[in-house]
């Protein structure tokens, strides 16, 4: 399969933010007004052209103690249009990549599927900094490119996904909003990330699976923090660290996850925390990591350390 030869003629930033549904409440138009109030400049916006047809629109801003920043809004998600069909995923990180981004800040939302008594389970209203997530058929690579695959050049390990020098930061700033609960942390709870198979929520079996999966993980390695699943986005962290990218990403809870006994129905509870208090605490978290958060060090980060070149006969075993 051919993909056309582009050349990228986008901005460049060392940090780039694809948060999705914490700012489904706000505009791109009111993102943008709100970061020109803090003192930030805004660039031109505009659509780049990808190997992989037409981008999402691509903001470029300079915060106000001079950094430039990048954000595609909503996970490079274009309204009505299919990820899967439209190469979203290839779009985003081909941009992300030849823009020369290090660090990827990514607020998703999601449900919660928790096991434990109450007094102990994450409740919607939470923040989440999540510890692992399910691989799914989503998360490749960048075809037509030296990264369409990490076999047989490189050995991608996944033991922290998450950038692990990153999020206490977002964790401190997130206490810092009392319109959110509470803020969970890897080193107290692990967190599995799982994208729905489908286009919309996933089904009262889908989730009843997982939750007996994450008691059954808990009890066997009880030596460890509890393991529980939020059910959403999953932004494909496999080929972030493929293209050496820090993922700082962090999850707000929308609703308890479907199936599963709730006070409230799913709509109910996600409509008001989207369009009150996700928004408000998103926006002001995103405009002071963008500005404040520090690019780690190369070498000691477990998002480079995982990466490992493999021999050089592995390629020369295979067609080529
Ligand atoms: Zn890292």
């Known amino acids: ?21 914490p700012l489904w409440g706000m505009s791109i138009e009111d993102f943008t007004k709100a970061a020109v109030e803090r003192g930030w400049y805004n660039f031109d916006d ?38 899967r069909l439209r190469h979203t995923d290839h779009k985003v990180f081909w941009i992300l990549w030849k823009a020369g981004v290090k660090v990827v800040l990514i607020g998703g939302t999601s449900g919660i599927a928790d096991w434990r008594p109450e007094g102990q389970k994450i409740l919607p209203g939470d923040v989440v900094l999540p510890w692992s997530f399910m691989t799914h058929p989503e998360h490749r690579g960048l075809p037509g490119t030296e990264f369409e695959s990490a076999w047989p050049k490189y050995d991608l390990l996944l033991d922290d996904p998450f950038c692990t020098q990153l999020w206490p930061l977002i964790a401190e700033e997130a206490r810092k909003h009392s319109v959110i609960g509470s803020v969970h942390t890897p ?3 692990h967190v599995a990330l799982v994208i729905p198979s489908g286009i ?23 030596d460890q923090p509890p393991v529980v699943t939020l059910h959403g986005d999953c932004v494909n962290p496999v080929l972030a660290r493929l293209l050496g990218m820090h993922v700082a990403y962090y999850h707000m809870v929308a609703n308890i996850a479907q199936g599963l006994p709730m006070p409230q129905g799913i709509a109910e509870t996600l409509y008001g925390l989207y369009q009150n208090e996700f928004v408000n605490a998103a926006l002001k978290m995103e405009l002071a ?16 350390v995982s990466l490992h070149t493999a021999p050089k006969v592995f390629a020369h075993s295979m067609t080529h």
């Open 46 to 83: 505009f659509r780049p052209d990808t190997p992989y047809g037409k981008g999402p629109v691509v903001q470029h801003f300079l915060t106000e103690n001079g950094r430039h920043v990048i954000r595609i809004p909503s996970y490079g998600g274009v309204a009505g249009e299919d990820l």
């Open 289 to 304: 990591l963008l500005s404040t958060m520090p690019i780690p060090n190369g070498d000691s980060c477990v998002c480079k």
């Open 1 to 21: 399969m051919a993909f056309k030869d582009v050349t990228y003629e986008g901005p460049h930033a060392e940090i780039a933010t694809l948060t999705g549904s």
């Open 200 to 222: 919309t929520f996933e089904t009262t079996y889908d989730i009843q699976r997982h939750v007996v999966l994450s008691k059954m993980i808990s009890e066997m390695f009880s």
């Open 187 to 189: 080193d107290k709870v």
